[in-house]
């Protein structure tokens, strides 16, 4: 069986083969090094990757820029941030299309628990481990179908969860809790999420809010969401959010 390959970025020498080694020595990784971003990205293009984990801030093509021109392919890796700076929120990281950011200095522990689940296919990953009823506190209506909610608005999907704006539920950071949200067709997505960041007030233009990364799903609903995602390939992990105005 072979290892899923991971490339690490980081400009910092010492940082790059610090946490390279670290990693390599605490998983079945392929670990890959490299300098820079567009050293990877020129990588990236001629083989298969699995994973990256990658600095923000770098001379030339930085963590946000890779992010983003990975985010179109049909093959892309997982990407994980990394940063010792406050000047991108994890609200951004994941709207770009990154699964998560971790902070420096770095904990390995960290960043192999934000890569474990997307070791594992989105039905796996989501397979529900505990019951889903009853629907919990979160019970919404989406609009006309999954498809329509993945384009802007109060409830907006990415691909593995969700924006929701506070006229529609309240919800706190890190709080845990099941949902139930209905559409016009007929169909329905239930399962459990946490909270991962939360908007009380607006910013940047965007409404208050909070972004949902979804837990665990019913059977019904992983087919839908993976079928959805598959045909419409958004970009956002969690969207950001809906825009004033």
């Given amino acids: 069986m072979s290892h899923s390959t991971l490339i690490v970025i980081d400009d910092d020498t010492d940082v790059l083969e610090l946490v390279s080694r ?52 049909h093959d892309r890796p997982e990407v994980l941030l990394m940063s010792g700076w406050a000047d991108v929120t994890l609200a951004e990281a994941l709207d770009r299309g990154a ?53 802007q608005g109060p409830l907006q999907f990415g691909r593995s969860g969700f924006f929701v704006a506070n006229t529609l539920a309240q919800l706190s950071e890190e709080e845990h809790f099941a949902f139930k949200i209905r559409f016009d067709d007929a169909t329905s997505i239930r399962g459990r999420g946490r909270a991962v960041w939360s908007r009380q007030r607006p910013l940047h233009g965007f409404l208050p809010g909070a972004g949902v990364l979804i837990k665990s799903l019913d059977e019904p609903s992983i087919d839908l969401l993976v079928e959805t995602v598959s045909k419409n390939r958004p970009r956002s992990v969690v969207p950001v959010g809906q825009t004033i105005g």
Avoid: C
Wanted: net charge negative; hydrophobic share 40%; no cysteine.
């Fill in 99 to 151: 699964i998560g950011m971790v902070p420096k200095p770095l904990r390995v522990r960290d960043i192999i628990d934000a890569f474990l689940p997307y070791q594992l296919k989105p039905a796996e990953r989501w397979q529900s481990q505990e019951p889903l009823t009853p629907p919990g506190k979160l019970q919404l209506h989406g609009g006309k179908s999954l498809e329509e909610s993945m384009a």
């Fill in 22 to 73: 670290e990693i390599a020595l605490k998983t079945d990784f392929n670990v890959l090094k490299m300098p820079s971003g567009r050293a990877a990205l020129d990588y990236i293009e001629a083989n298969k990757v699995d994973f990256v984990l990658s600095d923000i801030r770098m001379p030339g093509i930085d963590g946000i820029e890779i992010v983003e021109q990975l985010a179109g392919r």
